[in-house]
């Protein structure tokens, strides 16, 4: 069975294909009573249109892409889930690109979102390159950073304050009695755990204390919680446990978390440890994990409501810099005390 087309529905309706075209695509320049006639037909016969048609002569499709960087992180995941959410409420679908950090993949990811004629993009940017994204917006897709801030008055962004998030993490070790912490850090690359160890910094300086000897960085090649239980084995071997671990992700926290139990290392009798992002995991681990937690999904939701403003309304559209604070929640892997029943 052929499926029914523009032709069928203007017969039956008794119009002219051009005006179930201007109905479907341009309904503003159709009397309202033709227009009606033409969209009960639409439903009686089940017509449905050529998405890739119609987003060819509008030049965009109802989609928007979704570049992050590293989708099996639980953090990507939330504010994944946001988009999704806003997006279907808006009537958009999302087309999700994982880079993994790497440069070249998120060019071409990209690229791919570009042929696809998205409205737009939210992305969390694998670099501090600004002229890659300066592209995007050249090919006319309006584009909003996602736990990235901007630093233009011209582009939407929704981040959360690092800075911050690494002095609350430090400072809660230091009233806990640290003197020796470490940060275990991804790749310098990633703008969060340079932003969060200068936040643990300004926690040590605010402190009186020296950053030169209280803290200490180490860094692995991805942040997971693979790399966190080698982690765990490096500082076991290196002949002096810190006192405290500060750890730039929930996944790094966990893995250390592992590892330093599987050795015998009490935590937090021999170790603190706090992480990032506070995670679903980060509560249910075995010794639960104090974390600095962040609205994930708003982070999500509230992009999406940024661009697709910006491409509905580019006239009224006003771009905003939305910087959202973290807080603190202590839980067992600082020394808090869990009730029990």
């Known amino acids: 069975m052929n499926p029914i087309g523009i032709r069928e529905v203007a017969a039956h309706a008794g119009v002219s294909p051009g005006t179930v075209s201007n109905v479907l695509n341009r309904p503003e320049k159709v009397a309202a009573a033709t227009r009606e006639r033409v969209q009960r037909s639409v439903r009686e016969l089940g017509f449905v249109r050529h998405g890739s048609a119609s987003s060819l002569r509008a030049g965009h499709s109802r989609t928007i892409g979704l570049s992050v960087i590293d989708i099996g992180n639980p953090f990507f995941t939330d504010v994944a889930a946001g988009v999704e959410d806003m997006a279907s409420e808006l009537g958009y679908a999302v087309i999700l690109g994982n880079s993994a950090g790497n440069l070249a993949k998120e060019e071409r990811n990209l690229l791919v979102l570009s042929e696809q004629r998205v409205r737009g993009v939210l992305i969390t940017p694998s670099g501090e390159d600004p002229v890659r994204l300066d592209r995007i917006r050249e090919r006319g897709i309006n584009l909003v950073l996602v736990d990235h801030p901007a630093h233009r008055p011209d582009q939407c ?15 809660h070790l230091l009233e806990r009695g640290a003197r020796r912490i470490a940060y275990l850090s991804g790749p310098s690359s990633i703008r969060q755990c340079q932003d969060r160890l200068e936040g643990a910094r300004q926690a040590v300086l ?79 681990s075995a010794v639960s994990l104090s974390s600095i937690t962040q609205p994930t999904y708003r ?11 910006e491409c509905d309304n580019p006239e009224a559209h006003t771009h905003q810099q939305i910087m959202f604070q973290p807080t603190l929640v202590v839980r067992e892997s600082t020394g808090a005390q869990i009730a029990t029943s």
């Open 157 to 171: 962004s929704v981040a959360v304050n690092d800075v911050v998030g690494g002095g609350l993490a430090v400072g």
């Open 206 to 284: 605010q402190a009186g204390l020296d950053p030169a000897v209280t803290l200490a960085e180490l860094t692995v090649p991805s942040m997971n919680a693979g790399c966190g239980q080698q982690a765990a084995e490096a500082l076991l071997t290196s002949g002096a446990l810190p006192d405290a671990v500060f750890c730039a992700n929930d996944l790094l926290a966990l893995g250390l978390l592992r590892g330093l139990l599987q050795a015998g290392v009490r935590v937090p009798g021999d170790v603190m440890l706090i992480g990032y992002d506070d995670i679903d995991f980060a509560a249910a």
């Open 299 to 309: 982070l999500g939701r509230i992009a999406t409501q940024l661009l697709l403003d």
